[in-house]
């Protein structure tokens, strides 16, 4: 007798305890539930606003109103700094007046063929960017083909830097305009091997350093100034990729940039998400 009130007495609690346990998951249900309710309920109302007036269709008509302003803003930069490809000696073959389907100026030609023969000719506001001098510099190089080639740079700066304030897209490699005479920075991390991981965050602030790169020739380095030309197609590649667009390659500066020019002032670019 005594061993069964015993055993009883264990069956009892042990079914209290799983009374208990049943009881706690219970609640923790009954607090989800609730949280689901509340949770179904703000998404509910989120799809309201999503459909109302102030919700994804007026999201959409202001970035499109945005396009059109920066395409407007851009169209002023690509009126003040043209892009031309020299016909002939004399005749220039305006930027936008390429046939359909031949991006390189030729009609019915092919890209790949044609973008470095026709690198060469482009000019942006009537001047040249002759990338020789910059790779074989001698002591015969003309000048005035160096000042023409760094007028040219500059240009280049300036526009870049107007296109990206346009866009809010923060330039890879920052630049410092001066005209024919603008630089173009480098900012590396330098890894410091007495670091702790703890606090990298700060480190990796602490050890940045930015070194500037010279878009011009005059007293300078050529191995230097051919690599801020280098960067500064790397932030015309930036500006591309932003608009959707690849890279024609790393010697066509101008080339490049007049991809830009007329992929941003294309229908297309107000109607991009």
Do not use: W
Not at 203 to 212: D, P, Q, Y
């Amino acid at each position: 007798m005594g061993n069964m009130l015993m055993q009883a007495k264990v069956v009892e609690e042990h079914a209290q305890t799983k009374e208990d346990h049943l009881a706690t998951e219970i609640k923790s249900l009954l607090v989800s539930g609730t949280s689901l309710s509340v949770a179904r309920k703000r998404l509910q109302e989120s799809g309201r606003l999503l459909a109302g007036e102030k919700g994804l269709a007026r999201l959409s008509a202001l970035q499109k109103i945005l396009r059109v302003r920066q395409q407007h803003m851009i169209s002023q930069v690509a009126y003040l700094y043209p892009v031309k490809t020299l016909i002939g000696a004399t005749q220039e073959l305006e930027l936008d007046s390429f046939p359909s389907g031949s991006r390189s100026g030729t009609p019915g030609g092919n890209i790949d063929e044609n973008k470095s023969r026709n690198q060469g000719t482009l000019t942006i506001s009537g001047v040249q960017l002759n990338m020789l001098p910059f790779t074989q510099m001698t002591f015969f190089t003309d000048k005035k083909q160096i000042q023409g080639s760094t007028t040219a740079l500059g240009y280049i700066a300036h526009v870049i830097s107007l296109i990206a304030s346009y866009l809010h897209v923060p330039l890879r490699y920052p630049l410092r305009l001066g005209g024919s005479h603008s630089y173009i920075k480098d900012c590396a991390v330098f890894n410091n091997p007495t670091s702790s991981g703890s606090n990298s965050t700060s480190l990796a602030a602490a050890n940045k350093k930015c070194l500037e790169f010279p878009l011009f020739l005059d007293g300078q380095d050529a191995t230097r100034a051919a690599y801020a030309i280098f960067l500064l197609n790397k932030d015309i590649e930036q500006l591309l990729n932003y608009v959707g667009i690849e890279s024609l390659g790393p010697r066509h500066v101008l080339a490049n940039l007049k991809e830009l020019f007329k992929t941003i002032l294309s229908p297309e670019f107000i109607e991009s998400d």
